[in-house]
Nanobody
Framework: QAQLVESGGGLVQAGGSLRLSCAAS????????MGWYRQAPGKQRELVAA???????NYVGSVKGRFTISRDNAKNTVFLQMNSLQPEDTAVYYC?????????????WGQGTQVTVSS
């Protein structure tokens, strides 16, 4: 089993910044992809950003140029730097880690952290 613990959410004014962190621990051989999803009230969960083990990244169009995803492989941690935040970024943000074991890959999720952007 693996556990993911998120931190860094909160309330910020439009135009402000937040940095989310997500640390994976437990029975981990290696991690392939890590990423962040978000879910706003009444909406489906959507992918925000993802990063592979070699550092390749992809972003949803609405956050390109404002958000940056990064990871520390030695610490099994993924980060999301969010700049120029807008009210439409308000959501619960969930991290995930795709944990690799012999013959299997399992996706684990964090508990979610609330990000609220006021106008």
């Amino acid at each position: 089993q693996a556990q993911l613990v998120e931190s860094g959410g909160g309330l910020v004014q439009a135009g402000g910044s937040l940095r989310l962190s997500c640390a994976a621990s437990g029975s981990i051989f290696s991690i392939s992809a890590m990423g962040w999803y978000r879910q706003a009230p009444g909406k489906q969960r959507e992918l925000v950003a993802a990063i592979s083990s070699d550092g390749s990244t992809n972003y949803v169009g609405s956050v390109k140029g404002r958000f940056t995803i990064s990871r520390d492989n030695a610490k099994n941690t993924v980060f999301l730097q969010m700049n120029s935040l807008q009210p439409e970024d308000t959501a619960v943000y969930y991290c995930h880690a795709d944990v690799m074991r012999v013959g299997a890959r399992t996706r684990y999720w964090g508990q979610g952290t609330q990000v609220t952007v006021s106008s």
